[in-house]
């Protein structure tokens, strides 16, 4: 099993572009994450999902989109760049047992966005 | 709001010795988590101790979770200079809208 994997690794944009980061998970996990990594800030949660077709705001979501068409896949767009979305972003997966809230999380390996 | 904080947030050992992390956080919790980053790597989960639980222990690691006081510790035994890396508690609020909200981290140093 490959865990979770995130693409790309590296990318750098001009402010105004737009760009698709790619979270991918072969676990069968129901819950996704996305989140940005800033120094001295430790991880904050961008947006989430629940499953297939769900999706939740989470602590920092502006400027942010999201979609889970796909179980196994979990996208995180930016419309418009702006440098304050300068960072590291990672991309997380939990299996969540019927009753239980939420579980170990699985994280991927990021990716470095820089936005000049 | 960071819900969770992590004190010291860097220390520094000699390999042999034992280090000691402390999270601290605001609101009701079902569970806390501890989790490992490496430098430019993704976070590694280490150890998951639920709100009805005290103590618990993984290995080197023993965890302790004391919700009258809104606090858990991570303590390392033996350390080794491979457990150089970040530290972070990560909480599931009860009652928050969204889920886990991570510390700062505590950045460890291991001397060999």
């Known amino acids: 099993n490959a865990g979770v994997t995130q693409t790309p690794k590296f990318r750098v944009l001009k402010t105004g572009q737009s760009m698709t980061l790619l979270c991918a998970q072969d676990?069968?996990?129901?819950?996704m994450y996305w989140y940005r990594q800033d120094p001295g800030m430790g991880l904050r949660l961008i947006h989430y999902?629940?499953?297939?077709?769900?999706?939740a705001k989470g602590e920092v979501p502006d400027g942010y989109n999201v979609s889970r068409l796909k179980k196994q896949n979990f996208l995180l767009g930016l419309e418009s760049a702006a440098p304050s979305q300068t960072s590291v972003y990672f991309c997380?997966?939990?299996?969540?047992?019927?009753?239980?809230?939420?579980?170990?999380?699985?994280f991927g390996p990021g990716t470095r966005l820089t936005v000049l | 709001s960071q819900q969770g904080e992590e004190d010291p947030q860097a220390l520094s050992i000699q390999e042999g010795e034992n280090a000691t992390m402390n999270c601290s956080y605001k609101?009701?919790?079902?569970?806390l988590q501890w989790y490992r980053q490496n430098s430019g790597r993704g976070l590694v989960h280490l150890i998951l101790?639920?709100?009805?639980?005290r103590e618990k222990h993984s290995g080197r690691l023993r965890v302790t979770l004391d919700t009258s006081k809104k606090s858990s510790s991570l303590l390392i035994t033996a350390s080794r200079a491979a457990d150089t890396a970040s530290y972070f508690c990560?909480?599931?609020?009860?009652?928050?809208?969204?889920?886990?909200?991570f510390g700062t981290g505590t950045r460890l140093k291991v001397l060999a």
């Open positions: 990560a909480t599931d609020p009860s009652k928050a809208p969204y889920k886990y909200i």
């Open positions: 101790i639920r709100s009805n639980e």
């Open positions: 997380a997966s939990s299996y969540s047992l019927v009753g239980e809230v939420t579980d170990t999380q699985y």
């Open positions: 676990m069968n996990h129901e819950y």
């Open positions: 609101t009701s919790i079902n569970n």
């Open positions: 999902s629940v499953g297939e077709g769900t999706t």
